[in-house]
């Protein structure tokens, strides 16, 4: 189940008594969906359809490349980096390209290339991304957009005794997208990773953590910020971790 912070289960309780997901994000700019939980059943169906891919889909995770472009020297991110391009519920991988982001959007690691391994092509056939893509797709286009460019992100965030884990290093922030999914793949052996969601003045609007396979967040970009509170391991004998997949859709308005 999804974790909610006693501060803010009203506004929680709030988004999930509607199963109306694209209300939601126009309404106040983000939604929350889980897998198990009757409140969407949309997406819980579309999770229903893919559970035998989910599995294999989930392995590529245990072979995520560590991420060298941490400026604060860090060890605790591990990644992978693919674009593609959905049209007319067709998904085309785009060709290789470094993952760019100004200064203004992360002043921490932005203003470079940044240069990461693709997805695994088991990955990208595998029917789990398309079936995701082509959820998300069709819950934001309420403008009839036909076209979305989708920066795909394969995360691991891994802590220890000697080191935090950060899914957010650059804080609170926008990544300059149109809509953002943010999907739970696993958790193991942490405490932290909360969620946070705020409106366009930074007032908290929704705290709470991700727990189990399929929960996720769906925001709009331009209207909300987000981040993610660093994770500690709970048994400090081993590591922790949490993954997820990102999603970010652009507007790719045909002329």
């Not at 080191?163 to 696993?186: Q, S, V, Y």
Request: with cysteine.
């Amino acid at each position: 189940m999804l974790w909610m912070q006693n501060e803010v289960v009203s506004l929680v309780k709030n988004t999930m008594e509607s199963n109306n997901i694209s209300k939601e994000l126009s309404s106040r700019g983000y939604t929350i969906l889980q897998g198990s939980n009757v409140s969407n059943p949309e997406w819980a169906s579309t999770l229903k359809t893919i559970s035998s891919e989910m599995s294999d889909f989930y392995q590529s995770w245990q072979d995520l490349p560590s991420d060298k472009f941490l400026s604060d020297g860090g060890h605790y991110r591990y990644r992978r980096y693919s674009v593609f391009n959905y049209l007319n519920d067709k998904l085309e991988i785009l060709p290789h390209e470094a993952h760019y982001q100004s200064t203004y959007r992360n002043n921490m690691n932005g203003g470079i290339y940044r240069d990461y391994e693709p997805f695994k092509q088991s990955t990208i056939d595998n029917p789990a991304l398309k079936s995701i893509i082509a959820f998300v797709a069709d819950q934001i286009s309420f403008n009839n957009e036909k076209q979305w460019r989708i920066q795909a992100h394969q995360f691991r965030i891994e802590a220890n005794t000697a080191e935090a884990g950060k899914p957010t290093p650059e804080g609170i922030h926008r990544d300059g997208a149109d809509f953002i999914l943010i999907m739970l793949l696993g958790r193991d052996n942490i405490s932290g990773g909360t969620s946070h969601i705020y409106d366009e003045n930074k007032n908290l609007q929704f705290e709470g953590k991700l727990c189990n396979r399929g929960d996720a967040v769906l925001i709009d970009d331009r209207t909300v910020w987000h981040g993610v509170s660093e994770i500690h391991p709970l048994d400090k004998n081993k590591p922790g971790y949490r993954d997820v997949l990102v999603l970010t859709f652009h507007d790719e308005v045909l002329v």
